[in-house]
Protein backbone atom coordinates (compact mmCIF):
# COMPACT_ATOMS: atom_id res chain seq x y z
CA UNK A 1 0.00 0.00 0.00
CA UNK A 2 1.50 3.30 -1.18
CA UNK A 3 1.62 5.94 1.16
CA UNK A 4 0.94 9.23 1.00
CA UNK A 5 1.79 12.27 3.59
CA UNK A 6 0.20 16.32 4.15
CA UNK A 7 1.09 19.28 5.22
CA UNK A 8 -1.56 22.00 5.64
CA UNK A 9 -0.57 26.18 5.87
CA UNK A 10 -2.98 28.68 6.49
CA UNK A 11 -6.97 28.90 6.91
CA UNK A 12 -9.81 26.66 8.23
CA UNK A 13 -10.25 26.98 4.10
CA UNK A 14 -7.02 25.06 3.43
CA UNK A 15 -7.92 22.41 6.26
CA UNK A 16 -10.88 21.29 4.35
CA UNK A 17 -9.50 21.31 0.94
CA UNK A 18 -6.64 18.92 2.04
CA UNK A 19 -9.10 16.82 3.98
CA UNK A 20 -10.74 17.08 0.04
CA UNK A 21 -7.59 15.26 -1.07
CA UNK A 22 -7.05 12.83 1.69
CA UNK A 23 -10.48 11.60 0.92
CA UNK A 24 -9.60 10.95 -2.76
CA UNK A 25 -6.57 9.30 -2.26
CA UNK A 26 -7.61 6.74 0.62
CA UNK A 27 -10.76 6.16 -1.39
CA UNK A 28 -8.20 5.11 -3.82
CA UNK A 29 -6.23 2.98 -1.34
CA UNK A 30 -3.19 5.57 -0.03
CA UNK A 31 -2.49 5.11 3.50
CA UNK A 32 -2.37 8.59 5.42
CA UNK A 33 1.03 8.78 7.42
CA UNK A 34 2.32 11.61 9.36
CA UNK A 35 4.51 14.35 7.17
CA UNK A 36 7.86 13.38 9.28
CA UNK A 37 7.74 9.55 7.95
CA UNK A 38 8.80 8.24 5.07
CA UNK A 39 6.46 8.44 2.21
CA UNK A 40 5.39 7.61 -1.04
CA UNK A 41 3.83 10.68 -2.00
CA UNK A 42 4.30 14.10 0.02
CA UNK A 43 1.40 16.86 -0.61
CA UNK A 44 1.98 20.32 0.73
CA UNK A 45 -1.11 22.79 0.45
CA UNK A 46 0.41 26.28 0.95
CA UNK A 47 -0.40 29.82 2.45
CA UNK A 48 0.66 33.09 0.80
CA UNK A 49 -1.31 35.49 3.08
CA UNK A 50 2.43 36.74 4.49
CA UNK A 51 6.57 36.66 3.30
CA UNK A 52 6.68 34.00 6.30
CA UNK A 53 3.48 31.92 4.71
CA UNK A 54 6.11 31.79 2.47
CA UNK A 55 9.19 31.05 3.67
CA UNK A 56 7.19 28.29 5.38
CA UNK A 57 6.12 26.19 2.68
CA UNK A 58 9.50 26.34 0.44
CA UNK A 59 10.73 24.66 4.01
CA UNK A 60 8.24 21.83 3.88
CA UNK A 61 8.92 21.37 0.38
CA UNK A 62 12.46 21.04 1.02
CA UNK A 63 11.73 19.05 4.30
CA UNK A 64 9.24 16.37 2.02
CA UNK A 65 12.60 15.49 -0.28
CA UNK A 66 15.08 15.18 2.40
CA UNK A 67 13.04 13.02 4.24
CA UNK A 68 12.11 10.60 1.07
CA UNK A 69 14.17 11.35 -1.91
CA UNK A 70 12.28 9.05 -4.57
CA UNK A 71 9.06 10.65 -3.35
CA UNK A 72 6.14 12.74 -5.47
CA UNK A 73 6.36 16.10 -3.90
CA UNK A 74 2.83 17.95 -4.90
CA UNK A 75 2.55 21.50 -4.16
CA UNK A 76 -0.72 23.20 -4.22
CA UNK A 77 -2.79 25.92 -2.82
CA UNK A 78 -2.58 29.69 -2.51
CA UNK A 79 1.52 30.09 -2.83
CA UNK A 80 1.42 27.76 -6.13
CA UNK A 81 -1.66 29.65 -7.60
CA UNK A 82 -0.12 33.00 -7.46
CA UNK A 83 3.57 31.70 -7.89
CA UNK A 84 3.32 29.00 -9.96
CA UNK A 85 6.72 29.26 -11.78
CA UNK A 86 8.61 29.91 -8.40
CA UNK A 87 6.50 26.50 -7.04
CA UNK A 88 7.92 24.93 -10.30
CA UNK A 89 11.21 26.09 -9.53
CA UNK A 90 11.64 24.76 -5.75
CA UNK A 91 14.00 21.53 -5.75
CA UNK A 92 11.76 18.15 -6.09
CA UNK A 93 8.71 19.61 -7.09
CA UNK A 94 6.96 17.21 -9.48
CA UNK A 95 3.32 17.95 -9.62
CA UNK A 96 1.93 21.83 -9.05
CA UNK A 97 -1.74 22.20 -9.08
CA UNK A 98 -4.03 25.35 -7.76
CA UNK A 99 -6.66 26.14 -5.69
CA UNK A 100 -9.20 24.43 -6.91
CA UNK A 101 -8.03 21.65 -9.43
CA UNK A 102 -5.71 19.90 -6.21
CA UNK A 103 -9.58 18.35 -6.35
CA UNK A 104 -8.00 16.05 -9.48
CA UNK A 105 -5.31 15.50 -7.67
CA UNK A 106 -5.28 11.74 -8.14
CA UNK A 107 -5.27 11.98 -11.99
CA UNK A 108 -2.77 14.22 -11.35
CA UNK A 109 -1.05 11.55 -9.82
CA UNK A 110 -1.15 8.83 -11.74
CA UNK A 111 -0.28 11.03 -15.04
CA UNK A 112 3.21 11.53 -13.64
CA UNK A 113 3.69 8.09 -12.34
CA UNK A 114 2.77 7.25 -16.08
CA UNK A 115 5.16 9.88 -17.96
CA UNK A 116 7.72 11.27 -15.31
CA UNK A 117 7.38 14.95 -16.47
CA UNK A 118 6.96 17.74 -14.18
CA UNK A 119 3.33 18.79 -14.04
CA UNK A 120 1.95 22.56 -13.07
CA UNK A 121 -1.47 23.36 -13.80
CA UNK A 122 -3.27 26.09 -11.70
CA UNK A 123 -6.38 26.82 -11.73
CA UNK A 124 -9.06 28.93 -9.26
CA UNK A 125 -12.32 28.72 -10.57
CA UNK A 126 -13.77 25.52 -9.88
CA UNK A 127 -17.58 25.45 -8.30
CA UNK A 128 -18.18 23.67 -4.88
CA UNK A 129 -20.97 21.38 -6.07
CA UNK A 130 -18.45 18.36 -6.21
CA UNK A 131 -16.79 19.03 -2.63
CA UNK A 132 -18.17 16.64 0.26
CA UNK A 133 -16.01 15.29 3.40
CA UNK A 134 -17.68 12.94 5.48
CA UNK A 135 -14.95 13.18 7.88
CA UNK A 136 -12.02 15.55 9.88
CA UNK A 137 -9.82 13.31 11.41
CA UNK A 138 -10.23 11.94 15.42
CA UNK A 139 -11.55 15.93 16.08
CA UNK A 140 -15.32 15.90 17.23
CA UNK A 141 -15.20 19.48 15.56
CA UNK A 142 -15.34 19.37 11.84
CA UNK A 143 -14.76 22.07 9.19
CA UNK A 144 -17.10 22.52 6.44
CA UNK A 145 -16.53 24.93 3.77
CA UNK A 146 -19.08 26.53 2.20
CA UNK A 147 -17.53 29.58 0.04
CA UNK A 148 -14.74 29.87 -2.02
CA UNK A 149 -13.03 33.07 -3.44
CA UNK A 150 -12.95 37.32 -2.29
CA UNK A 151 -13.78 40.11 -4.50
CA UNK A 152 -12.86 42.85 -2.25
CA UNK A 153 -9.19 43.28 -3.16
CA UNK A 154 -8.17 44.78 0.29
CA UNK A 155 -4.34 46.94 -0.94
CA UNK A 156 -2.51 44.43 0.98
CA UNK A 157 -4.20 40.67 0.21
CA UNK A 158 -3.18 38.73 -2.67
CA UNK A 159 -5.85 36.15 -1.76
CA UNK A 160 -8.24 37.48 -4.58
CA UNK A 161 -5.87 36.44 -6.96
CA UNK A 162 -5.23 32.98 -5.69
CA UNK A 163 -8.92 32.10 -4.96
CA UNK A 164 -11.12 33.53 -7.99
CA UNK A 165 -14.40 35.10 -7.95
CA UNK A 166 -16.77 34.14 -4.97
CA UNK A 167 -18.48 30.61 -5.32
CA UNK A 168 -21.06 29.08 -2.75
CA UNK A 169 -22.01 25.72 -2.34
CA UNK A 170 -25.39 24.95 -2.68
CA UNK A 171 -27.78 24.92 0.26
CA UNK A 172 -28.80 21.09 -0.72
CA UNK A 173 -25.15 19.93 -0.47
CA UNK A 174 -24.40 21.74 2.81
CA UNK A 175 -27.49 19.79 4.07
CA UNK A 176 -25.78 16.88 2.82
CA UNK A 177 -22.56 17.05 3.75
CA UNK A 178 -23.30 17.99 7.10
CA UNK A 179 -25.76 14.58 7.71
CA UNK A 180 -22.84 12.36 6.60
CA UNK A 181 -20.76 14.41 9.49
CA UNK A 182 -23.03 14.34 12.09
CA UNK A 183 -23.69 10.31 11.05
CA UNK A 184 -20.16 10.14 11.48
CA UNK A 185 -20.55 11.91 15.32
CA UNK A 186 -19.79 15.31 14.91
CA UNK A 187 -21.63 17.54 16.80
CA UNK A 188 -19.96 20.73 16.04
CA UNK A 189 -19.18 21.97 12.78
CA UNK A 190 -17.53 25.37 11.95
CA UNK A 191 -18.91 27.33 8.68
CA UNK A 192 -15.94 28.43 6.75
CA UNK A 193 -14.81 30.30 3.44
CA UNK A 194 -12.78 33.20 2.24
CA UNK A 195 -14.87 35.90 2.42
CA UNK A 196 -17.66 33.64 4.93
CA UNK A 197 -19.85 37.05 4.29
CA UNK A 198 -20.91 36.54 0.57
CA UNK A 199 -22.23 33.49 0.52
CA UNK A 200 -24.99 33.75 -2.24
CA UNK A 201 -23.56 37.07 -3.25
CA UNK A 202 -23.31 35.68 -7.01
CA UNK A 203 -26.68 34.45 -6.79
CA UNK A 204 -27.76 37.70 -5.95
CA UNK A 205 -27.24 38.50 -2.55
CA UNK A 206 -25.57 37.49 0.28
CA UNK A 207 -27.78 35.22 2.33
CA UNK A 208 -25.23 33.70 5.00
CA UNK A 209 -28.18 33.02 7.57
CA UNK A 210 -29.42 30.57 4.86
CA UNK A 211 -26.41 28.06 5.34
CA UNK A 212 -26.28 28.46 9.01
CA UNK A 213 -29.79 27.63 9.00
CA UNK A 214 -29.28 24.37 6.52
CA UNK A 215 -26.61 22.92 8.78
CA UNK A 216 -28.61 23.56 11.75
CA UNK A 217 -31.65 21.66 10.54
CA UNK A 218 -29.78 18.43 10.58
CA UNK A 219 -30.45 16.02 13.86
CA UNK A 220 -27.47 15.66 15.75
CA UNK A 221 -25.26 19.26 15.53
CA UNK A 222 -25.63 21.12 18.69
CA UNK A 223 -22.77 23.80 17.86
CA UNK A 224 -22.58 25.94 14.56
CA UNK A 225 -19.38 28.24 14.98
CA UNK A 226 -18.66 30.67 12.17
CA UNK A 227 -15.40 31.70 10.09
CA UNK A 228 -14.03 35.04 9.86
CA UNK A 229 -16.90 37.76 9.05
CA UNK A 230 -16.88 41.09 7.65
CA UNK A 231 -18.06 43.73 9.83
CA UNK A 232 -20.62 45.35 7.11
CA UNK A 233 -22.62 41.85 7.51
CA UNK A 234 -23.92 42.48 11.03
CA UNK A 235 -27.06 44.06 10.59
CA UNK A 236 -30.43 44.27 12.65
CA UNK A 237 -31.90 42.58 10.12
CA UNK A 238 -29.18 39.73 9.99
CA UNK A 239 -29.07 39.68 13.78
CA UNK A 240 -32.97 38.89 13.55
CA UNK A 241 -32.37 35.97 10.85
CA UNK A 242 -29.67 34.24 13.27
CA UNK A 243 -30.79 35.14 17.03
CA UNK A 244 -33.41 32.17 17.14
CA UNK A 245 -30.49 29.65 15.90
CA UNK A 246 -30.12 27.85 19.27
CA UNK A 247 -26.93 25.48 17.54
CA UNK A 248 -24.92 29.02 17.02
CA UNK A 249 -22.07 29.39 19.04
CA UNK A 250 -22.06 33.36 20.74
CA UNK A 251 -18.66 33.56 19.26
CA UNK A 252 -17.72 36.37 16.23
CA UNK A 253 -14.88 36.92 14.49
CA UNK A 254 -14.74 40.26 12.80
CA UNK A 255 -12.08 41.23 10.49
CA UNK A 256 -10.72 44.85 11.95
CA UNK A 257 -7.02 45.01 10.48
CA UNK A 258 -6.97 48.79 11.48
CA UNK A 259 -8.62 51.06 14.52
CA UNK A 260 -7.12 54.25 12.52
CA UNK A 261 -10.23 55.30 9.56
CA UNK A 262 -7.13 57.00 7.17
CA UNK A 263 -5.62 53.37 7.53
CA UNK A 264 -8.47 51.45 6.86
CA UNK A 265 -9.19 53.47 3.14
CA UNK A 266 -5.75 53.29 2.46
CA UNK A 267 -5.88 49.20 2.98
CA UNK A 268 -9.31 49.31 0.79
CA UNK A 269 -11.54 47.88 3.98
CA UNK A 270 -15.09 49.40 2.97
CA UNK A 271 -16.27 50.58 6.67
CA UNK A 272 -15.05 52.92 9.38
CA UNK A 273 -14.47 52.29 12.92
CA UNK A 274 -17.86 53.79 13.85
CA UNK A 275 -18.96 51.17 11.85
CA UNK A 276 -17.59 48.63 13.81
CA UNK A 277 -17.83 49.59 16.70
CA UNK A 278 -21.91 49.96 15.91
CA UNK A 279 -21.42 46.21 14.55
CA UNK A 280 -20.18 45.04 17.51
CA UNK A 281 -22.87 46.80 20.40
CA UNK A 282 -25.32 45.12 17.99
CA UNK A 283 -23.83 41.31 18.55
CA UNK A 284 -23.67 42.62 22.43
CA UNK A 285 -26.60 43.05 22.53
CA UNK A 286 -28.54 40.59 20.62
CA UNK A 287 -25.99 37.91 21.97
CA UNK A 288 -25.13 38.90 25.77
CA UNK A 289 -21.30 37.03 26.94
CA UNK A 290 -20.64 36.71 23.46
CA UNK A 291 -17.03 36.89 22.89
CA UNK A 292 -15.74 39.25 19.71
CA UNK A 293 -12.47 38.19 18.41
CA UNK A 294 -10.35 40.11 15.58
CA UNK A 295 -7.20 40.42 13.42
CA UNK A 296 -4.71 43.57 13.33
CA UNK A 297 -2.35 44.51 11.20
CA UNK A 298 0.65 46.64 12.83
CA UNK A 299 2.74 49.02 10.20
CA UNK A 300 0.98 49.36 7.83
CA UNK A 301 2.38 51.73 5.18
CA UNK A 302 2.19 54.96 5.87
CA UNK A 303 1.12 54.31 9.24
CA UNK A 304 2.03 57.31 11.73
CA UNK A 305 2.84 56.92 15.07
CA UNK A 306 -0.68 58.98 16.02
CA UNK A 307 -2.86 56.34 13.58
CA UNK A 308 -1.56 53.30 15.63
CA UNK A 309 -2.15 54.81 19.16
CA UNK A 310 -6.03 55.54 17.58
CA UNK A 311 -6.08 51.32 16.95
CA UNK A 312 -4.67 50.61 20.29
CA UNK A 313 -7.51 52.93 21.76
CA UNK A 314 -9.72 51.58 19.81
CA UNK A 315 -8.83 47.70 20.81
CA UNK A 316 -9.63 48.99 24.04
CA UNK A 317 -12.61 49.99 23.72
CA UNK A 318 -13.98 47.56 21.89
CA UNK A 319 -12.76 45.06 24.10
CA UNK A 320 -11.61 41.86 22.42
CA UNK A 321 -11.55 38.58 23.35
CA UNK A 322 -8.83 37.69 21.12
CA UNK A 323 -6.90 39.66 18.80
CA UNK A 324 -4.78 37.74 15.79
CA UNK A 325 -1.75 40.30 15.12
CA UNK A 326 0.50 40.36 11.85
CA UNK A 327 2.90 42.86 11.12
CA UNK A 328 2.22 44.05 7.73
CA UNK A 329 4.21 42.22 4.97
CA UNK A 330 4.43 42.84 1.72
CA UNK A 331 3.54 41.05 -1.51
CA UNK A 332 4.67 41.72 -4.54
CA UNK A 333 1.70 42.74 -6.84
CA UNK A 334 -0.36 44.51 -4.30
CA UNK A 335 -1.24 47.87 -4.02
CA UNK A 336 -0.02 48.22 -0.52
CA UNK A 337 3.64 46.84 -1.23
CA UNK A 338 3.93 49.76 -3.86
CA UNK A 339 2.97 52.46 -1.00
CA UNK A 340 5.45 55.28 0.08
CA UNK A 341 6.38 55.04 3.77
CA UNK A 342 7.20 51.64 4.13
CA UNK A 343 8.43 50.88 8.02
CA UNK A 344 11.02 49.07 9.06
CA UNK A 345 10.76 45.72 10.54
CA UNK A 346 11.92 46.88 13.67
CA UNK A 347 9.09 49.77 13.99
CA UNK A 348 6.62 46.49 13.12
CA UNK A 349 8.13 44.17 15.57
CA UNK A 350 8.41 47.27 18.45
CA UNK A 351 4.11 47.74 17.40
CA UNK A 352 3.40 44.35 17.82
CA UNK A 353 4.67 44.03 21.15
CA UNK A 354 2.61 46.94 21.76
CA UNK A 355 -0.53 45.40 20.51
CA UNK A 356 0.61 42.32 22.27
CA UNK A 357 -0.20 43.78 25.61
CA UNK A 358 -3.43 45.17 24.73
CA UNK A 359 -4.37 41.66 23.33
CA UNK A 360 -3.52 40.41 26.42
CA UNK A 361 -5.01 42.31 29.10
CA UNK A 362 -8.24 42.48 26.80
CA UNK A 363 -8.04 38.65 26.56
CA UNK A 364 -7.56 38.24 30.36
CA UNK A 365 -10.27 40.54 31.56
CA UNK A 366 -12.85 38.73 29.40
CA UNK A 367 -12.07 35.26 31.13
CA UNK A 368 -11.97 36.90 34.44
CA UNK A 369 -15.75 38.11 33.12
CA UNK A 370 -16.93 34.27 33.09
CA UNK A 371 -15.92 34.00 36.45
CA UNK A 372 -18.73 32.61 38.43
CA UNK A 373 -20.80 31.68 35.07
CA UNK A 374 -22.28 27.88 33.65
CA UNK A 375 -20.70 27.39 30.62
CA UNK A 376 -21.42 24.76 28.33
CA UNK A 377 -18.21 22.99 26.72
CA UNK A 378 -17.10 20.46 24.60
CA UNK A 379 -14.37 17.91 25.70
CA UNK A 380 -11.50 17.92 22.54
CA UNK A 381 -9.16 16.19 24.57
CA UNK A 382 -7.57 15.15 27.85
CA UNK A 383 -4.31 15.98 29.21
CA UNK A 384 -2.31 15.25 32.98
CA UNK A 385 -6.12 13.93 34.38
CA UNK A 386 -8.06 17.18 32.81
CA UNK A 387 -10.70 17.59 29.92
CA UNK A 388 -9.99 20.43 27.74
CA UNK A 389 -12.33 21.45 25.85
CA UNK A 390 -14.23 25.38 24.48
CA UNK A 391 -16.80 26.92 25.93
CA UNK A 392 -19.89 27.86 22.94
CA UNK A 393 -17.90 31.81 23.18
CA UNK A 394 -14.42 30.17 22.30
CA UNK A 395 -12.79 30.48 25.70
CA UNK A 396 -10.75 27.71 26.32
CA UNK A 397 -11.09 26.26 29.49
CA UNK A 398 -10.19 22.49 31.49
CA UNK A 399 -11.78 21.03 34.00
CA UNK A 400 -12.10 17.61 35.74
CA UNK A 401 -14.86 15.12 34.71
CA UNK A 402 -16.03 12.37 32.82
CA UNK A 403 -15.13 12.78 28.57
CA UNK A 404 -18.01 12.96 26.83
CA UNK A 405 -18.74 13.30 23.13
CA UNK A 406 -21.49 15.68 23.64
CA UNK A 407 -21.15 19.27 25.65
CA UNK A 408 -21.78 19.39 29.43
CA UNK A 409 -22.30 22.22 31.51
CA UNK A 410 -19.51 23.42 34.16
CA UNK A 411 -18.97 26.18 36.00
CA UNK A 412 -16.50 28.76 35.67
CA UNK A 413 -14.28 29.01 38.95
CA UNK A 414 -11.13 30.97 37.75
CA UNK A 415 -8.90 31.35 34.69
CA UNK A 416 -4.97 32.00 34.21
CA UNK A 417 -2.97 31.99 31.23
CA UNK A 418 -3.59 29.33 29.74
CA UNK A 419 -7.42 29.57 30.18
CA UNK A 420 -10.21 28.96 32.11
CA UNK A 421 -10.60 26.61 34.82
CA UNK A 422 -13.89 25.11 35.71
CA UNK A 423 -15.59 22.67 37.77
CA UNK A 424 -18.54 20.00 36.46
Avoid at 342 to 364: C, D, F, M, P, T
Wanted: glycine share 8%; proline share 4%; charged share 25%.
Amino acid sequence: MEKVAFYTLGCKVNQYDTQIMRDALEHAGYQTVPFHEKADIYVVNTCTVTQISDKKSRQMISRAKRTSPGSILVVCGCFSQVAPRAAAALEGVDIVLGTSNRREILSYIRRFQKDGRQIVETDNCGGLEQEEISSFGEKNRAILKIEDGCENYCSYCLIPFARGKIRSKPLEIIRKETRALAEKGYHEIVLTGIHLASYGKEQGAPCLEKAIEATASVPGICRIRLGSLEPRIISPEFIRKISGIEALCHHFHLSLQSGCDKILKAMNRHYTTEEYAGAAALLRSAFPGCSITTDIIAGFPGETEEDFCATLDFAKKIGFAKIHIFPYSPRSGTRAARMPDQLSGAEKAARVKRLEAIEEAGRRAFWRGMEGTLQKVLAEEEKEGLLHGFTENYCPVRWKGERSDLPVTVTITGSDEQGLIAQS
